[in-house]
């Protein structure tokens, strides 16, 4: 008996040890918002320290090809494929102190075999085709393919945390969030102007990862095996730009003065000013008509699964474009077209804040404009 302990006391300490020997070192890299649009959500990677080869890489799935001829047609149709991408650590993270945004590291809680396992994945994903994959936002991102990575290599094993500040959120609302932050007004409303009813939806705890910092934190919360998933955290970079939103409401204000002031020329009767009110209806109607032929496309003629079903389209009719050519006319249709016009668009205002999809603030003046300018052009 004494022997056995004896050897016990031996070997543990080996296999411990053994255990702990592995070369390999897995990693969630979380990088902080940056000041562009296309950095304004973040960014995740996955990173593979390796001691035995001394290599320290960086995978990343959120690259594409800009030299592509047909880039811009395939973003447009929602076609584009993205691919997972290399690079050196220090060369990553280079970037990003350029930019002063903050990069932070969970190292994850996983045995050797699965490790391994891990970068035979990745190793995998960078064969041939294999490394590219069809883009999608918010189901099938640079961060979701992170989540389904350790949610497919660590088996059932494996339960999601909690992401406290992401409930009760919509896939809209998660994005106002950092576009306020960012102080981009502008692109929020375009934003909310493309976005049609899905993404008003609550997330569940799952689809909240597609935005890194939700990834981050259900990463925090995991467990794995009744193990913290999370070994260790480090911050690599502080962020260092500032915050804050000061600008969330410019676009509003600038639409609810330049409605005032067309409202007031409307009301003379002076002649350059019927002119000008003449001009700005061709402009107005033109300008929603395009918009809503635009907002008919991204639903029907693209794979943007999320730019369907779009709302706004109860305001921006796509029929405008051809009507104003005959807004001018005295015909009994275009008259009351216009009438219809006016009171639908009026009816829309009044019903504004319970719709089920949530249209932008700003946008209120351009809509009560059009409506009392349909009225105009109907008694006229």
Not at 59 to 86: C, R
Not at 219 to 236: F, Q, R, T
Not at 331 to 338: D, M, P
Request: glycine content about 4%.
């Amino acid at each position: 008996m004494k022997r056995l302990v004896l050897v016990l006391l031996i070997v543990f300490p080996l296999l411990l040890n053994a255990a702990d020997s592995c070369s390999l070192r897995i990693s969630i890299i979380t990088c902080s918002p940056g000041l562009e649009l296309y950095s304004i959500f973040g960014h995740s990677a996955i990173r593979i320290t390796d001691s035995l080869t001394e290599t320290d890489i960086v995978y990343n799935y959120g690259t594409f090809d800009v030299s592509d001829p047909d880039f811009y047609i395939k973003f447009l149709k929602g076609k584009m494929n993205y691919f997972l991408s290399q690079q050196d650590f220090r060369n990553f993270t280079y970037s990003y102190y350029f930019e002063q945004r903050g990069v932070s590291e969970q190292i994850l809680h996983l045995s050797c075999e699965e490790k391994h396992r891990f970068q035979q994945f990745i190793f995998h994903n960078l064969e041939g085709n294999n490394v590219f994959y069809k883009y999608d936002f918010f189901y099938d991102n640079c961060t979701t393919r992170l989540r389904d990575l350790v949610e497919k290599l660590t088996n059932k094993s494996y339960s999601t945390g909690e992401i406290p500040q992401a409930t009760h959120l919509s896939f809209r609302s998660a994005l106002h969030y950092y576009l306020d932050k960012g102080n981009m007004p502008w692109s929020k409303l375009g934003i909310d102007i493309l976005l049609g009813i899905s993404s008003d939806k609550e997330m569940t705890t799952r689809e909240a990862m597609f935005l890194p910092d939700f990834l981050e934190s259900s990463i925090d919360h995991a467990n794995y095996n009744k193990l913290p998933l999370v070994k260790e955290k480090a911050i690599i970079l502080k962020q260092m730009l500032p915050t804050g939103n000061s600008e969330m409401y410019i676009p509003l204000i600038i639409f609810s003065v330049f409605a005032v002031f067309i409202f007031v020329i409307g009301l003379l009767k002076n002649k350059l000013f019927k002119t000008l009110t003449s001009i700005f209806d061709y402009i107005l109607f033109f300008s929603i008509g395009l918009l809503g032929s635009v907002l008919l496309f991204m639903w029907f003629g693209t794979d943007h699964t999320v730019m369907g079903k779009n709302l706004n389209l109860l305001w921006a009719w796509p029929i405008n474009l051809p009507i104003i050519f005959f807004m001018h006319k005295k015909n009994n249709f275009i008259k009351k077209y216009f009438l219809v016009h006016a009171i639908l668009l009026f009816v829309i205002l009044l019903f504004w804040m319970g719709l089920p999809q949530s249209l932008n603030p700003a946008l209120i003046p351009i809509v009560l404009i059009a409506s009392w300018r349909s009225w105009n052009i109907y008694i006229r």
